[in-house]
């Protein structure tokens, strides 16, 4: 460009230089433009300097810029089937969606536990939200998340979530993403929210360098959402990622932040333990106390187990009941030689819990 000007004589630049001048000086003007109304619809009505600007690309000779293009110019018919698949690729990588799943990522740390146990040796649920539905080999929580063992082709390890059906019906038609990060790895597999029963990802199986792991995502007629996930070889999964999307971002994401995680899966079961005075409540009999975890859990009808020396006033509980109120979910503790209507304080002795379950 400078050496485009320099070519030009000292009558042109003066007239460049005048014309530079009047338009600075119309460039904010607002509804008007050399002394003409401009329309309040028209996109430079606010801004004359975007009109002049238009002015100066157009006049520009393509030859004195070389291979510049003009900044309106629709650019995508100069880029290459690589070039736009590496632009897609870039902006999924720079995105994040939520997870659908809750307690998703197992390393030492991140991943809530609240039942303590590091080994499992049968069915049922392990770490929070998540049921062993089918138990093969051996599984444990190593450093950098589940490790699986003894497991072959024809023998698998299957771990589930439910997720409650808060949304799906606003999802049909719309991709779902299905990630599993094994071994430091990310693998995927996409499908599309179709109707309540069917199977969104069914069942695919994907190969993870030793052997393979399948993948399903079922809507069933409950309305829960279920991810499956059926291990077939020996592997340590890292992390899992349900997410509403054509793409997976599990391999961007970061882990999430440990309280966060715990109280979603506190929304679900809730282990009162330790040695204190845990809560605080009132008698309402010579025999019974109630006390209320304040925050709600979901709405199924729910258990309650206790284990340990557990007391009321300083007398041992023998029974103990959950009911879900607006406030929160009340606990009916039973003891003897209570005094009615007076304060109460629960306390778990030593290695005692009381465990409150709305798992699904």
């Known amino acids: 460009m400078a050496d485009y000007i320099s070519t030009l004589d000292g009558a042109s630049i003066d007239a460049a230089l005048q014309d530079m001048a009047m338009h600075n000086s119309e460039a904010y003007a607002i509804g008007e433009r050399n002394g003409q109304t401009v329309a309040s619809g028209d996109p430079t009505y606010h801004n004359n300097a975007r009109y002049y600007a238009q002015i100066a690309v157009s006049q520009i000779e393509p030859g004195n810029i070389g291979d510049a293009v003009r900044w309106d110019t629709d650019q995508s018919s100069l880029l290459s089937d690589v070039n736009k698949a590496q632009a897609r690729e870039n902006i999924a990588a720079g995105s994040v969606n939520e997870n659908l799943l809750d307690n998703a990522w197992f390393g030492s740390g991140v991943v809530v536990n609240q039942r303590g146990l590091t080994t499992w040796t049968t069915t049922g649920m392990f770490i929070d939200r998540w049921r062993i539905q089918t138990f093969n080999g051996g599984m444990s929580l190593g450093t950098d998340g589940l490790v699986i063992t003894g497991v072959n082709s024809s023998s698998m390890m299957r771990i589930r979530q439910h997720i409650p059906n808060a949304f799906l019906n606003q999802l049909i038609g719309r991709?779902?993403?299905?990630?599993?990060?094994?071994?430091?790895?990310?693998?995927?597999?996409?499908?599309?929210?179709?109707?309540?029963?069917?199977?969104?990802?069914?069942?695919?199986?994907?190969?993870?360098?030793?052997?393979?792991?399948?993948?399903?995502?079922?809507?069933?007629?409950?309305?829960?959402?279920?991810?499956?996930?059926?291990?077939?070889?020996?592997?340590?999964?890292?992390?899992?990622?349900?997410?509403?999307?054509?793409?997976?971002?599990?391999?961007?994401?970061?882990?999430?932040?440990?309280?966060?995680?715990?109280?979603?899966?506190?929304?679900?079961?809730?282990?009162?333990?330790?040695?204190?005075?845990?809560?605080?409540?009132?008698?309402?009999?010579?025999?019974?106390?109630?006390?209320?975890?304040?925050?709600?859990?979901?709405?199924?009808?729910?258990?309650?187990?206790?284990?340990?020396?557990?007391?009321?006033?300083?007398?041992?509980?023998?029974?103990?009941?959950?009911?879900?109120?607006?406030?929160?979910?009340?606990?009916?503790?039973?003891?003897?030689?209570?005094?009615?209507?007076?304060?109460?304080?629960?306390?778990?002795?030593?290695?005692?819990?009381?465990?409150?379950?709305?798992?699904?």
Not at 196 to 210: F, R, Y
């Open 175 to 360: 991709p779902i993403t299905f990630s599993v990060m094994v071994n430091g790895t990310v693998y995927s597999t996409t499908g599309y929210v179709t109707a309540e029963g069917d199977n969104l990802i069914d069942g695919v199986i994907i190969n993870v360098g030793s052997g393979n792991i399948t993948l399903l995502v079922a809507w069933l007629n409950d309305g829960t959402l279920r991810a499956d996930i059926r291990v077939y070889t020996p592997c340590t999964i890292n992390a899992v990622k349900l997410e509403v999307d054509a793409y997976s971002t599990l391999g961007t994401d970061c882990p999430p932040k440990y309280a966060e995680e715990l109280r979603k899966c506190q929304y679900y079961f809730h282990r009162l333990s330790g040695v204190a005075n845990i809560l605080i409540g009132a008698t309402t009999s010579t025999t019974s106390a109630t006390f209320v975890l304040p925050h709600d859990m979901f709405t199924n009808t729910g258990s309650i187990t206790r284990s340990g020396t557990i007391t009321v006033n300083g007398q041992s509980v023998t029974a103990a009941t959950q009911t879900q109120t607006t406030a929160g979910v009340t606990i009916t503790a039973t003891a003897s030689s209570l005094t009615a209507n007076n304060g109460a304080v629960l306390t778990l002795g030593s290695g005692a819990y009381i465990d409150i379950s709305h798992d699904i």
